[in-house]
T-cell receptor
Framework: EPEVTQTPSHQVTQMGQEVILRCVPI?????FYWYRQILGQKVEFLVS????????KSEIFDDQFSVERPDGSNFTLKIRSTKLEDSAMYFC????????????FGQGTRLTVV | QKEVEQNSGPLSVPEGAIASLNCTYS??????FFWYRQYSGKSPELIMS????GDKEDGRFTAQLNKASQYVSLLIRDSQPSDSATYLC?????????FGQGTTLQVKP
């Protein structure tokens, strides 16, 4: 069964460093998303991406964040200068263009900023 | 006002019983509703989607939607210890998912 894959599963970084989280969405999906979940809190939307551009972003997704689809398969989230409060699980998701509106999530990357 | 509200629980049911999970939402524009299951430390896993009023059944799971009352529920029949997890209610709004806090279900053997 097709699935969304994310790497790495766990990333530890020092405050102020840049991190790149990687995702390979399901191959025939065209909508891509990043969500995050701070420990003990709800899953929060960060950004959606379609047709090589951001279609929507939340207030959390400030200038420190960027997304890119560098080739036909990968979808990345970059955090330029990490803060302690960026520590969270980051989930990539993708959904098909029509018919289903269901989004399928990757296994997540646990980001720890120290 | 919170967009998606769930009782955080925990909801405890004995093995074999019916677990009933509830969710209310505030946005009347939403047309798509979802239930995800999340095991501790893992990612949300889609269980059910529902788009129209009424019931939708899939195996041991039944989702119910009442748009007039802005209410979505999930029934799990013949609950198993492996169903113990947090159940997330979500709605789709302008393309993105809005999640509730989740209800923790404990199924006791």
């Amino acid at each position: 069964e097709p699935e969304v894959t994310q790497t790495p599963s766990h990333q530890v970084t020092q405050m102020g460093q840049e991190v790149i989280l990687r995702c390979v969405p399901i191959s025939n999906h065209l909508y891509f998303y990043w969500y995050r979940q701070i420990l003990g809190q709800k899953v929060e939307f960060l950004v959606s991406f379609y047709n090589n551009e951001i279609s929507e972003k939340s207030e959390i997704f400030d200038d420190q964040f960027s997304v890119e689809r560098p080739d036909g398969s990968n979808f990345t989230l970059k955090i330029r200068s990490t803060k302690l409060e960026d520590s969270a699980m980051y989930f990539c998701a993708s959904s098909a263009p029509k018919g289903g509106t269901e989004a399928f999530f990757g296994q997540g990357t646990r980001l720890t900023v120290v | 006002q919170k967009e998606v509200e769930q009782n955080s629980g925990p909801l405890s049911v004995p093995e074999g019983a019916i677990a009933s999970l509830n969710c209310t939402y505030s946005d009347r524009v939403s047309q798509s509703f979802f239930w995800y299951r999340q095991y501790s430390g893992k990612s949300p896993e889609l269980i059910m989607s529902i788009y129209s009023n009424g019931d939708k059944e899939d195996g041991r799971f039944t989702a119910q939607l009442n748009k007039a009352s802005q209410y979505v529920s999930l029934l799990i029949r013949d609950s198993q210890p492996s169903d113990s997890a947090t159940y997330l209610c979500a709605l789709k709004l302008t393309g993105k998912l809005i999640f509730g806090q989740g209800t923790t279900l404990q199924v006791k053997p």
